[in-house]
């Protein structure tokens, strides 16, 4: 298995350009979770889909942000306008009711850089 | 979910056992324990996870206090490769805490030749 993918892997923007984070859960995943993390507040789950259905947005910090998963292997987290304090790394991650205790596989994670 | 609280940094030499502790006076009784690890650069690995029972797998045991206010994870014989930042997370399995993974600061494990 491929694991999670992401794309891209670094990403580097101007101040109030949009941009598009990609993910591809494992196959077979029926739940999909979107993190931020930055050295100031660590890792923060944005959202989470189950069966393509967003469950908690809860962490979502604004309207500048969104999430769509329009099929059960894709997700994207769009962030339009981004500005520089959106700089940081952005995780996906599945899961799998089967998978032990609901373990979550984590992607390698996109790094973005708001200029 | 509860709060968890850990050691900030801690230090091994390889080939010995590292103890990680945790604390998490507030789990409730549904409440489960786990840990993930995050190498530098990449993302959260899980480890293992636990009820009130003791837990072993290929990477780590666990240890679960009787009054489960607080766990060990423990990494038998380091290695250089398990240097990373461990996290500590209580997580419900029901209702809107299912999936929830909360992540506080962990604890950098370094492990020394």
């Known amino acids: 298995d491929a694991g999670v993918i992401q794309s891209p892997r670094h990403e580097v923007t101007e101040m109030g350009q949009e941009v598009t984070l990609r993910c591809k859960p494992i196959s077979g995943h029926n739940s999909l979770f979107w993190y931020r993390q930055t050295m100031m507040r660590g890792l923060e789950l944005l959202i989470y889909f189950n069966n393509n259905v967003p469950i908690d947005d809860s962490g979502m910090p604004e309207d500048r942000f969104s999430a769509k998963m329009p099929n059960a292997s894709f997700s994207t987290l769009k962030i339009q306008p981004s500005e520089p304090r959106d700089s940081a790394v952005y995780f996906c991650?599945?899961?799998?009711?089967?998978?032990?205790?609901?373990?979550?596989?984590f992607g390698p994670g996109t790094r973005l850089t708001v200029l | 979910d509860a709060k968890t609280t850990q050691p900030t940094s801690m230090d091994c030499a390889e080939g010995r056992a590292a103890n990680l502790p945790c604390n998490h006076s507030?789990?409730?009784?549904?409440?489960?324990v786990y840990w993930y690890r995050q190498i530098h650069s990449q993302g959260p690995q899980y480890i293992i996870h636990?009820?009130?029972n003791n837990e072993t797998n290929e990477m780590a045991s666990l240890i679960i206090t009787e009054d489960r206010k607080s766990s060990t994870l423990i990494l038998p014989h380091a290695t250089l490769r398990d240097t990373a930042v461990y996290y500590c997370i209580v997580r419900g399995m029901g209702g809107t805490s299912y999936g929830k993974l909360t992540f506080g600061q962990g604890t950098i494990l370094t492990v020394h030749p």
């Open positions: 991650a599945s899961s799998s009711p089967l998978s032990r205790g609901g373990e979550q596989f």
């Open positions: 636990g009820l009130k």
């Open positions: 507030t789990i409730s009784g549904n409440e489960y």
